[in-house]
């Protein structure tokens, strides 16, 4: 089954795995109102189907996304009649909320990072769960060189988690570009391939996830978020003992600890 959307498409290359491709190869997918629209109306899709195990997202052609389409975003409808500031302010809420979207959908996210990621583009791989990009693979925050804060879509707030405050501040200070060689060594991504071996590597991982049940991922899922958010060790370890003696009281768990001692693989039932 595939679905098509204006700006994107979704397909399922294998069962329990949905991968959403940005579509707009010729800007590189840079994003405008009706990319973003695309993209969290396909996310809604994705969480509600729950034969959906795991997410992967990529951008055709020869780039992941180049942030804003500086030609021109468009509107939000109904604010054609606000003013400048009011205009801007509804499409800054409708791209960054992206970031609260991929973090509330129930499957992990795997970023398959091709070409460039910058701006926008950057601000998505970092709000997805895992990353994994090819060779030709280029990162930048790109903001503070359009005259405007480094801060934005979250990326303030996520890219010091991922890679440390110290790096982050010269990242986004500088705006400077860096290659995949090294968002690899400094954590941002989990590995670098071939760029003709990045779509069969981040399957192979959703396949991984997929192995998992849908329960324990899910709460694996919004434990690990929750726990970058959370004031203190103790709050920490107490949603991690609240959220492991709710998932040990499924009947996957049941089963898959009878599988695990009788050496069975476990079919998961969701339940």
């Known amino acids: 089954m595939e679905k098509n959307y204006e700006n994107l498409v ?3 290359p294998d069962d329990g795995i949905a991968r959403i491709t940005m579509n707009r190869p010729e800007r590189l997918n840079a994003l405008t109102y009706g990319l973003v629209e695309d993209l969290h109306t396909a996310l809604d899709f994705v969480d509600s189907q729950h034969e959906i195990r795991a997410l992967i997202i990529t951008g055709a052609g020869r780039g ?3 942030g804003l389409d500086l030609t021109g975003f468009g509107k939000i409808p109904g604010t054609e009649d606000f003013g400048e500031q009011q205009q801007g302010m509804a499409v800054q809420q409708h791209i960054a909320e992206l970031v609260h979207h991929m973090r509330d959908t129930r499957q992990p996210i795997i970023a398959a990072i091709n070409g460039a990621a910058a701006g926008g583009g950057f601000a998505i ?3 997805s769960d895992i990353r994994y990009c090819g060779a030709s693979a280029k990162f930048g925050t790109a903001f503070v060189r359009l005259g405007i804060s480094g801060c934005d879509i979250g990326v303030s707030w996520m890219l010091p988690r991922l ?4 790096r982050a501040w010269e990242l986004m200070l ?3 570009v860096i290659d995949s060689d090294e968002a690899n060594r400094i954590g941002l991504v989990s590995n ?5 071996d990045l779509a069969s590597t981040c399957l192979a991982v959703a396949r991984e996830i ?3 049940s849908p329960f324990g991922v899910w709460m694996t899922k919004e434990v690990m978020w929750s726990n ?5 060790l103790r709050a920490g370890i107490d949603l991690e003992n609240r959220t492991q003696i709710l998932a040990a009281g499924t009947e996957d768990s049941k089963t898959a600890m009878a599988s695990f001692l009788g050496h069975q693989d476990v079919a998961w039932k969701n339940r």
């Open 210 to 212: 997929r192995r998992n």
């Open 174 to 176: 500088t705006g400077r």
């Open 192 to 196: 670098v391939t071939a760029d003709e």
């Open 64 to 66: 992941f996304c180049a």
């Open 10 to 12: 979704i397909d399922f």
């Open 125 to 127: 791989a970092c709000a």
């Open 163 to 166: 890679i440390g405050a110290s």
């Open 228 to 232: 970058l958010e959370i004031p203190s």
